[in-house]
């Protein structure tokens, strides 16, 4: 074989860089090579559990949607491993495997929100979400997001909702439209008046058509006020019982409680969620945004609306924080993100609660991870061994078991990196072992039968290729179905039996011809066993 030819043949050469670039994400992308830097599933390494109580009993086919609404909201492709599940019929645990903090956070804020929209005009609600049309949020040209952190998404509302908005907010052009995600209900909201600019009007904000939001000042709140409040949520600041503890202390003892399914709620939240954010500073600045009561956007109605029922679109706007560009941009892709979630996920068929996550250790965990590896070498040992009897030339064996383990090597290091390389997409990859060996015999025969006749050897890759490609397609076809099935569970076998058929077909096993093409073309006289005591020449 002639190796300086196979170097500078260009498959052989994307195969190796591919390697390389395989190498860096399972040893190298933290930097200490010492360490396998793969995303592991909660069967391998742990994770944590997030309780998550409803407020009331459900029945089967109202537990399935909640369930199948909070897998869409946090697992929408199936690539970070979630398992959602139901406990009974009033409580759902979501396992994570283990995550950053910031990611852990993100999840709890997903779960949390009702996913309930309203855009509310003049104190009504114009719209809500289900005005919204699904496949109209966002996409190619519906969201924008800016190196300063500010950001906009796109949304299509349908007829009916635009002839609602148009009827509500008739004779209020050049008010402010109110745009809420999860606006509290039966709540007040207390903030130090130093988060309020003086001159700012924030009121109109607040008002709803049977449901205002309360505000409350703490300078000008007393510990026997708290006896006063008749509202069921209350929104403070998360430092209330260190910096106000007399006022803490006596919400508590009026039976606020910061358990979140609780009749009366004490909801502590960080000084940047309570400020309002305005748009530009000094008196009679807009209010833009208040995470403290869901407000997204407060855009001004420019126009009339016209009484048409016709399909329609809106925007919300928005500006994240950050110390520098590349944060600001990256806080604001993940607010985007967010949005869409839960704008897209539905809103939740009763109101949840999320308890405090905490760690699990899965029994067997490390046990799991090695038996994996086990079966897939001792499932390589046996395809070794049948191509051997088959075959009985190492020359033509190597190739197909190095090609075999290169494959499986890739697809591990690309699902382990990208994704996360759970108890089912291990199946997968072991489920790969057969297909790939299947090519490589389908290759190998074809070279060998049609060596000594006058046969090109493009019409050789031709004839093998056109099997190989066909079988890939409908491997294809029938892992598609389980892929969009939206069984997050077994989406993972799906994900690596697809990445092992595109691995496969663009790059191991044209590089295999090429190594096959020139250990059958160079054996010379010698006889070639298929298997069946026949010997081809």
Known sequence: MNFRRLLANRKIQVLIVLLFVCTFLIFLR????????????????GGVRIPISLEKPLDPAQMTIMVDTIKARINKFGLTQAIVRPLGNKEILVEL???????????ESILREQGKFEAIVGGKTALNGSHIIPTGIGGANGEQINPDGSWQLTFSVTGEGELHFANVAAGHKGDNVYMFLDRPQNAAVLVARDFVPIGADIQDALVKEGDDIQLIYLDTFTPDAATTLTVTTLIAPQNLSTTHSAIYQSLKNAGYSLNASAPKRLKLIPDEELRPQFLGFGVGAPLSSWDAIGLQSAPVLQVEPLRKETITQYSITGSAQG???AELKQNAAVEVRQLKSVLAGGRL??????????NISPSLGNQFLTYS???IGAAVLLVALVVTLFYRR?????PIMFTLIIEIFVTVAILGALGTLDLAAMAGVIALIGASVDSQIVITDELIKKRGHDVTTK?????AFYIVFTTAGLAFASMLPLLFSGIVEITGFAVAALLSVVVGIVITRPAYAVVIEETVFEAGPQQIHDGHGHKKV
Do not use: C, M
Not at 32 to 43: A, F, K, R, V
């Open 323 to 325: 110390a520098d560009q």
């Open 394 to 398: 190492f020359e033509l064996v190597l």
């Open 459 to 463: 019409r050789r890759f031709q004839d």
């Open 349 to 358: 068929p009763v109101s949840a609660s999320v308890g405090s996550y905490y």
């Open 373 to 375: 590896f086990y079966a």
């Open 30 to 45: 933290d930097g200490n090579p010492s360490t396998i830097d793969l995303n592991l599933g909660i069967e391998f390494e």
């Open 97 to 107: 495997p283990q995550a950053q903090a910031s990611a852990i956070k993100s999840v």
